[in-house]
């Protein structure tokens, strides 16, 4: 399974971004997790193809996940974006059947302030 993501990018604070990430086959699961200088990779906000959403506290109401399964996208629409968000966001997805999880390529997201 391939995961390629695109968008990201350099924003002022309170400006929107927005992630697209594509897998090569369906996927149960897909969502980002983001990595900050210093910091452990934290969940972001994840789907699944059933249409259960799960997002993380600290983005609650500023980020929307979104999925079209039928070809195999996930979408994460960031606004109200802060000087906090800014770090390396990962697409990821997981496989039920197999119990696997799959990474996609990092992409930067900076926002000043």
């Known amino acids: 399974v391939q995961l390629q993501a695109s968008g990201g990018g350099l924003v002022q604070a309170g400006g929107s971004l927005r992630l697209s990430c594509a897998a090569s086959?369906?996927?149960?699961?897909m969502g980002w997790y983001r990595q900050a200088l210093g910091k452990q990779r934290e969940l972001v906000a994840s789907?699944?193809?059933?249409?259960?959403?799960e997002v993380s506290g600290s983005v609650e109401g500023r980020f929307t996940i979104s999925r079209d399964n039928a070809k195999n996208m996930a979408y994460l629409q960031m606004n109200s974006l802060k000087p906090e968000d800014t770090g390396i966001y990962y697409c990821?997805?997981?496989?039920?059947?197999?119990?696997?999880?799959?990474w996609g390529r990092g992409t930067q997201v900076t926002v000043s302030s």
């Open positions: 990821y997805s997981y496989r039920g059947t197999t119990w696997a999880t799959y």
């Open positions: 789907a699944s193809s059933g249409g259960g959403i």
């Open positions: 086959s369906s996927m149960d699961v």
